[in-house]
């Protein structure tokens, strides 16, 4: 009950605190929002326009990712993209977009905020989109003439959607005799 | 054209002129000065003894940007890290910021969208805390059959600092939190721009914008000129050269919440957003790679932490965990600091199987690793917090001890 009190008087607090004291900074530009918080959400939320097929996809795969992640996805410096499906519940489980990774749009964020290694931010977002498209053709999750954009991207079923839990921890018992 | 090749003449005057000059920057190569000289002139910030070699250790990474160095805490005494050994973690290196052009904007949910120089942050009310902060990777290598063999290589990624800086909530206030809003997307401004998600409770309750570590403004390495750190929860939440907060309804699953730090159990499934480092500690003296040189009494030694609040108790085994006995905690024990146990060890030439094990003040038991492998497996990488044993041969010699 103690606990219940505490939460509830905290979030009054916070409340009543929510009137601006010192009146520090301004408003920021449409272009800093645009360029330090491009984030998107697994609804899609912050998707620019633009649209990518597999086959371009294929060549911006080729000029851009290839050198690392091979020819097609295989991994070499860069991590494997493909494979692995069925995997996870063995003794060896391979993690990759296609057997782990829950939404598709988490793909689209990572490539247009981290990737190229050394380059990251050169993609527009029609090469985006297309290299997107490409990798989950190559994992089987969508068909070659397939198009991503804003609205067909967060609709992609990732295999292993439903793959992951709450933390439970603290999910050791207690042992006071060890060994 | 032709290439010149230099002259064996000259090849040896480059070799003596690149030797006097690392001699000059390292102040004689640890040789003691005549102690009735005038010793060297006072300088405006100090280097350590020439005579101290504690270093990060680097693990090889596929490429140089890339990356973990741990901590010396074999060589460790205290409870605060220098910032030059604190660990450190990188996707994509460490970007040098202007503080004068750096911005923080608070944005999405909100009814004052801000963007703030360093300046307005520096305006606003600042607090300390000491605080441990661990690596949600540390001791990863730990659920594998070969341990780490010395201690720096196996619990290397933690560390603890004073940090300094303004309370997240503060600056929500001044932004005005819409009441749907529930989340926190913060991003970085290193080159793969590092993102994750955080519960609106979590940056309400104890979230801080830390401009200052130990004293003086953060280093580079460590988020230079402002970092997010969320007291407890694994390093990569503590998201470093914070520009972007984003207030939003859901966790945006970013790529280091969902394919990365996430942590993967036998039945396939994974657990998301586990982001408490429960309580862990580990001897640093005598620990893996060391040797007790003649027999006698000895200062055993480590450190203890935990995600989740202050030590309560720090007990340790000679005898391989057929019997324990409580260390002494150096005071004050902060919640979620790093506390130094000690216990005074008589070193009589007999073989030994020591350990230690943290009990915080939730009565959370630090686990064997075995309890851990028996409720988690061993393919879920992150938050290894087991007990660690280091066999101390009748030698002297001290070894880790292989699962």
Partial sequence: MWKLSAILLAATATLSAQSPRYQVGRPPTPEEIRELGSAIAPDGTGLPAGSGTVAAGREVFAAQCARCHGPTGEGDVGARLVGGQGTLATPRPLKTVGSFWPYATTLWDYINRAMPFDRPGLLQPPEVYAAVAYVLNLNGIIESDRVMDATSLPKVKMPNREGFVADPRPDIPKERRPR | ?403
Wanted: hydrophobic share 35%; net charge positive; with cysteine.
């Fill in chain 2, 1 to 403: 054209m032709k290439q010149r090749r230099p002259s064996r003449r000259q090849l040896l005057q480059i070799g003596a002129a690149v030797g006097g000059s690392l001699l000059a920057g390292q102040k004689a190569s640890a040789v003691e000065t005549d102690p009735r000289k005038l010793g060297d002139p006072l300088g405006p910030y100090s280097e350590r003894s020439p005579f101290e070699k504690a270093v990060r250790w680097r693990r090889e990474s596929k490429t140089p940007e890339t990356g973990s160095s741990f901590t010396p805490l074999h060589d460790s005494v205290g409870s605060v890290t220098p910032s030059a050994l604190h660990y450190e973690r990188h996707h994509s290196g460490i970007p040098t910021i202007d503080p004068e052009r750096h911005r923080l904007i608070v944005h999405g949910l909100v009814d004052r969208p801000l963007s703030l120089s360093m300046a307005d942050i520096r305006r606003l009310p600042s607090v300390t805390r000491i605080l441990v902060l661990e690596c949600g990777g540390n001791s990863a290598g730990e659920w594998g059959s070969t341990t780490g063999a010395d201690v720096q290589r196996s619990y290397g990624l933690v560390s603890g600092s004073e940090w300094t800086g303004v309370p997240l909530s503060l600056l929500l206030a001044e932004a005005g939190v819409q009441p749907h809003a529930s989340w926190v997307i913060a991003e970085g401004a290193d080159a793969c721009r590092m993102m994750r998600s955080i519960p609106l409770a979590k940056a309400l309750e104890n979230s801080l914008l830390a401009y200052g570590q130990n004293g003086e403004a953060m280093r580079p390495s460590q988020g230079y000129p402002l970092r997010l750190i969320n007291p407890g929860w694994e390093g990569n939440t503590n998201v470093k050269w914070l520009h972007s907060l984003k207030l939003t309804d859901q966790p945006y699953m970013a790529r280091d919440e969902t394919s990365k730090y996430s942590d993967l159990m036998p039945d396939g499934k994974a657990r998301i957003f586990t982001y408490a480092m429960e309580a862990k500690s580990v001897i640093t003296f005598p620990s893996g790679g060391q040797t007790l040189r003649v027999h006698g009494l000895y200062e055993l030694t480590g450190l203890a932490w935990s995600g989740r609040g202050r030590i309560e108790r720090v007990e340790v085994t000679i005898d391989g965990g057929r019997t324990w006995v409580q260390a002494a905690l150096q005071e004050p024990r902060l919640p979620i600091a790093l506390t130094r146990f000690r216990l005074p060890w008589r070193f009589d030439g007999h073989a030994a199987l020591i350990a230690s094990r943290a009990v915080d003040e939730t009565e959370y038991v630090q686990p064997t690793r075995e309890a851990l492998i028996a409720a988690r497996g061993t393919n879920s990488i992150y938050h290894y917090n087991g007990i660690k044993v280091w066999s101390v041969r009748a030698d002297g010699t001290v070894t880790h001890v292989e699962a």
